[in-house]
């Protein structure tokens, strides 16, 4: 018989954006400029009208993706190609040596550091890889966006599905976040 031991550990989710990394690195402005962009040449939309509607939707759905997805029947990986991936991230996010030194300083063997985003895979592994931090995180619970339907933040299934993911039961994991 095999000895498999269950992982106890408790889980601390680490939100990425804006929590890794600091607000002041405009990261936040630069997607949410791409995003409005987006809606102006997809919808053929006035700037005004795109950047209300964008709005619209994050505060429905956690997401302005969703409501694009829902609404306008917009295919999530080109949108997200188009957005998150066109985040010039390389020219604002560096190697951080304190933050490095804080998740190594955490004792692994009594918690499990796991990465928690409502942005696609994609933008995960490249922040937590600029930040060079990419090999402190057990796994990354994010926003599928190339699922038929996908969930994110702050729906109760995606805190669900993050801890189905990383193997936590409830009242044994912690949550950083902006």
Known sequence: ??????????????????CLYPRSKRVHEMMQELIDKYFIN?????????????????????LAIEGLVRHHAIEPLEYNAQVDDA?????????DPQLRQLLLD?????VKPWLFTNAYVNHARRVVKLLG???LFEGVTYCDYGAR??????????????????????????????
């Open 42 to 62: 997809h919808l053929s939309l006035s700037p005004l009208t795109a950047a209300s509607l964008h709005q619209t939707y994050y505060k429905q759905y956690g």
């Open 1 to 18: 018989m095999g000895s498999e031991s269950i992982d106890t550990r408790p889980v601390f989710f680490f939100d990425i954006d804006n």
């Open 133 to 135: 931090v990419e090999d």
């Open 106 to 110: 955490m004792d692994r063997s009594r």
């Open 87 to 95: 985040l010039p991230l390389e020219d604002v996010i560096k190697p």
């Open 149 to 178: 339907e996908f969930i994110c933040k702050p729906h109760r299934g995606m805190f669900e599905k993050a801890m189905r993911e990383a193997g936590a039961r409830e009242g044994e994991c912690s949550f950083v976040g902006e």
